[in-house]
């Protein structure tokens, strides 16, 4: 347990951190799903609205794992890593053959 002011605030600070990193990886959890559900979707009826559904929750998870990064929230090999799996994953919605 902290033993002084400064030590004290800096558990504070730290449970305040972690609560609000989880709320983010949450999130990011959540457009890397939808992103998923758009690929599935696609595949199961290719057509322009779907397609246009897929690139903007690819474009939108894109985004908040960069910002993560930058936040510190996620390593940016965890990031690259998560973008890498997006990538793969819409390619093969978008073509089939690409394995």
Same mark, same amino acid.
């Given at each position: 347990?902290?033993?002084?002011?400064?030590?004290?605030?800096?558990?504070?600070?730290g449970?305040? +951190?972690?609560?609000?990193? $989880?709320?983010? &990886?949450?999130?990011? !959890?959540?457009? /890397?799903? *939808?992103?998923?559900? %758009?690929?599935?979707?696609?595949?199961?009826?290719?057509?322009?609205?779907?397609?246009?559904?897929?690139?903007?929750?690819? +474009?939108?998870?894109?985004? $908040?794992?960069? &910002?993560?990064?930058? !936040?510190?929230? /996620?390593? *940016?090999?965890?990031? %690259?890593?998560?973008?890498?799996?997006?990538?793969?994953?819409?390619k093969?919605?978008?073509?089939?053959?690409?394995?």
């Open positions: 347990m902290a033993n002084n002011k400064s030590s004290k605030k800096r558990v504070e600070i449970e305040r +951190n972690r609560l609000q990193n $989880k709320a983010y &990886k949450s999130a990011l !959890r959540t457009l /890397m799903k *939808r992103c998923f559900t %758009a690929c599935s979707a696609y595949i199961e009826a290719p057509g322009d609205e779907a397609k246009t559904t897929l690139t903007t929750s690819l +474009n939108a998870a894109f985004s $908040k794992i960069d &910002k993560a990064v930058k !936040r510190g929230v /996620m390593h *940016r090999n965890a990031g %690259a890593h998560q973008k890498s799996r997006l990538s793969i994953a819409v093969r919605a978008i073509e089939p053959s690409v394995s």
